[in-house]
């Protein structure tokens, strides 16, 4: 694509970005920036975020620490709930080593927010009038409206790939691989939008777990046309249960030969004074890829 030949879609990415803004500012949400260059990111097993190396040249001065560019502005903005704001929204860049595709860049813009006092199940519905509200952004935009299907991911796992993944010993290969080869070509074959929801807990490393004797993490995937669009979860608020799975996924990146992150001490000790909440997030570029219906993630993007 020609630099003229992006233009229009620029034009149409600045209005659905201005829609999506007017959507947070009329519901009380506080638009907040955070650090892009952060010391310690979230340890998950296949998220890895580009190093900053600390300058090494004589008689420079600052930050001497190895730090890195974000994956996700999620931690630093929790810590902001923890410090008393309520509901809270962040539009911008975020970074992934090694992804690049149709539908992935090195560099992508993350749309996150956050409530205090509200689960996964009232973000769903956020979502669902976001997406009717930035339809309407501009003339010639798809229809997202609000009538989505919600699966349950135990229904679907049973229904597309034949196999219960909370039957028997937890098998991480086999429930990605099967995510990936079967459930979402089917989600993309309905069409439309879907809810997957309710994954197993050992499928979200910063969700609430919920449920006896079967439980289940609080979190939700969106799919649009089988495009994944959106991720949340209810947070999970205990200290000690989110250092536990922090550690075990660092152990895990150990053994994959990854990047062994940091723990940030600041985030864990914040935990507690949340209480109750839950974050989304969402990709905006795929999100104006749905909505003008292009089929790269660099058609709407400036280029490097």
Not at 84 to 97: D, L, N, S
Not at 129 to 137: F, G, I, K, N
Not at 254 to 268: A, S, V
Request: hydrophobic content about 45%; glycine content about 8%; some cysteine.
């Amino acid at each position: 694509m020609t630099a003229a030949e992006r233009i229009p879609l620029l034009e149409m990415r600045a209005r659905i970005v201005a829609a999506v803004r007017a959507f947070f500012d009329n519901r009380g949400f506080v638009e907040v920036e955070t650090a892009v260059r952060i010391a310690a990111p979230a340890p998950e097993e296949h998220i890895d975020c580009p190093v900053v190396p600390p300058p090494s040249a004589p008689g420079v001065v600052g930050d001497r620490a190895t730090s890195y560019l974000r994956a996700s502005p999620e931690l630093q903005m929790k810590k902001l709930l923890a410090a008393g704001m309520e509901r809270i929204y962040q539009i911008g860049p975020c970074f992934r080593e090694g992804e690049r595709g149709s539908r992935h860049n090195p560099e992508f813009t993350m749309l996150e927010w956050y409530r205090r006092g509200a689960g996964y199940l009232e973000l769903r519905d956020d979502l669902a009038e976001l997406l009717a509200a930035v339809s309407d952004a501009a003339p010639g935009l798809r229809r997202m409206d609000s009538s989505a299907e919600v699966l349950a991911v135990r229904d679907a796992y049973r229904r597309f790939a034949g196999w219960d993944p909370w039957s028997g010993e937890w098998d991480q290969d086999r429930f990605d691989f099967d995510m990936a080869g079967k459930v979402e070509p089917a989600i993309k074959a309905m069409g439309g939008g879907v809810f997957l929801t309710d994954y197993p807990p050992a499928a979200a490393s910063l969700a609430l777990v919920s449920g006896e004797g079967e439980p289940y993490a609080e979190r939700w995937e969106f799919y649009w046309d089988g495009i994944e669009l959106a991720n949340c979860f209810s947070e999970l608020c205990d200290a000690a249960e989110q250092r536990r799975r922090f550690e075990h996924a660092r152990a895990r990146r150990r053994e994959l030969g990854e990047e062994d992150y940091p723990l940030d001490e600041e985030f864990l000790c914040s935990l507690p004074a949340i209480g109750r909440a839950a974050g989304a997030a969402l990709g905006v570029d795929r999100l104006v890829m749905a909505l003008v219906g292009a089929g790269n993630i660099v058609d709407v993007r400036v280029p490097a």
